[in-house]
């Protein structure tokens, strides 16, 4: 089945700095999406990107799908962006996999 | 804006028990899913349905488990006799097409 990687598995951060998020799939792709893990454990869809790229205030995704890959841009992060990071996708099925996450700590 | 909603947020049975796990999707979404996340793990599918069918699941969703669609508002998960490692968050998510949308999730502890 499709594998999803994400990277950096860990990051720290003080408030105010930007990140950059990357999700790797190993095949074509027709849906892709980005959720936030909260502390208390909802899943918050972010963005819905099989392509091209989307910006929300202080967020924005850009998916390439021809090279496989995504990438999630946090600018000025604050304390309540942390929590785990989540790429996943479905390749004509609906079966969405995972990525095992980026858990990203800001500090203030 | 309208939302996926599960009862409960936690439940705790006892090994051996039946836990049904319950699930109102977004109303005009036509396709119903069901992932778990044991803690500090990575989400997992379960079952997908659609048309009042099962249309695809994962190795995970065994003879144990169970989906139904009972009645046109709610999505259950049936567990027939929980194990330990049973234990975990359980997602239900629906779709019209293309995006997900997840509930926020059941916390099954079973002791």
């Known amino acids: 089945g499709i594998q999803v990687e994400q990277s950096p598995p860990d990051l720290i951060l003080q408030e105010g700095a930007n990140s950059t998020l990357r999700c790797n799939f190993s095949?074509?792709?027709?849906?892709l999406q980005w959720f936030h893990q909260n502390p208390w454990g909802q899943l918050i869809n972010l963005f819905y990107i099989p392509s091209g790229t989307k910006q929300n205030g202080r967020l924005s995704a850009t998916t390439v799908a021809t090279e496989r890959y995504s990438l999630l841009y946090i600018s000025s992060s604050q304390t309540t962006d942390s929590g785990v990071y989540f790429c996943?996708?479905?390749?004509?099925?609906?079966?969405?996999?995972f990525g095992a996450g980026t858990r990203l700590t800001v500090k203030p | 804006e309208p939302e996926v909603t599960q009862t409960p947020s936690h439940q705790v049975t006892q090994m051996g028990q039946e836990v049904i796990l319950r699930c109102v999707p977004i109303s005009n979404h036509l396709y119903f899913y069901w992932y778990r996340q044991i803690l500090g793990q990575k989400v997992e599918f379960l079952v997908s349905?659609?048309?009042?069918?099962?249309?695809?699941k994962s190795e995970i969703f065994d003879d144990q488990f169970s989906v139904e669609r009972p009645d046109g508002s709610n999505f259950t998960l049936k567990i027939r006799s929980t194990k330990l490692e049973d234990s975990a968050m359980y997602f239900c998510?629906?779709?019209?097409?293309?995006?997900?949308?997840f509930g926020p999730g059941t916390r099954l502890t079973v002791t």
């Open positions: 349905f659609y048309n009042n069918e099962i249309s695809e």
């Open positions: 095949d074509s792709v027709n849906n």
């Open positions: 996943a996708v479905t390749k004509y099925s609906n079966d969405m996999r």
């Open positions: 998510a629906s779709s019209s097409r293309g995006e997900q949308y």
